[in-house]
């Protein structure tokens, strides 16, 4: 048994009330944040992986305390959520990327252990994954019986396994 809930687009107003609460800061470019507004069509989930996109990029820093753009005229914003979260995979460290890929892989959630069970897991497994805890690409859901994660969202999860060859996939899964 469920209950569908349909959800309408934000409006432009909207969007842009998001945005300004999310990053607070008052001085944001109009041209940025038109382009945030467009480019998101009204989906909250755009609106959040664009701002993660540009502080991974460097274009909004964290600085006393507070939100601050560094440069907004060097980032380019990807058309279509896909791009973006694809973007943010591309943008990390191999061996972080090659473990949130394994984590793909397992599923929405999978357990510390079995990742170390999987015969090329890396021996600073703990590390990558604070890593992609830090960039938000996944979240601690557990630690108790065994430490455990999940993707913050299905649409990383599907970005991350989509981001390895078919070939690559098919040896992971047989493992």
């Given at each position: ?24 800061v008052?001085d ?10 467009d ?55 191999p ?41 938000g ?16 969202h ?22």
């Amino acid at each position: 048994a469920h209950t569908g809930i349909s959800l309408a687009r934000l409006e432009a107003e909207q969007t842009s009330a998001l945005l300004a609460h999310l990053l607070q800061v008052p001085d944001l470019p109009d041209e940025l944040r038109r382009s945030v507004v467009d480019k998101s069509a009204g989906n909250p989930l755009f609106v959040e992986e664009t701002l993660r996109a540009l502080m991974d990029a460097g274009a909004v820093v964290h600085e006393n305390g507070g939100w601050r753009v560094a440069s907004a005229t060097d980032v380019s914003i990807p058309d279509h959520l896909h791009g973006l979260l694809s973007a943010r995979i591309d943008a990390l460290d191999p061996e972080p990327r090659r473990t949130l890929q394994l984590d793909a892989v397992i599923g929405r959630s999978f357990g510390y252990r079995v990742l170390k069970s999987i015969g090329d897991a890396p021996d600073d497994l703990g590390d990558h994954l604070d890593k992609l805890e830090r960039a938000g690409l996944i979240v601690e859901t557990a630690e108790v019986p065994d430490l455990e994660f999940g993707f913050r969202h299905p649409l990383l999860r599907e970005a991350a396994y989509r981001s390895m060859l078919n070939r690559e996939r098919r040896a992971q899964h047989a493992r």
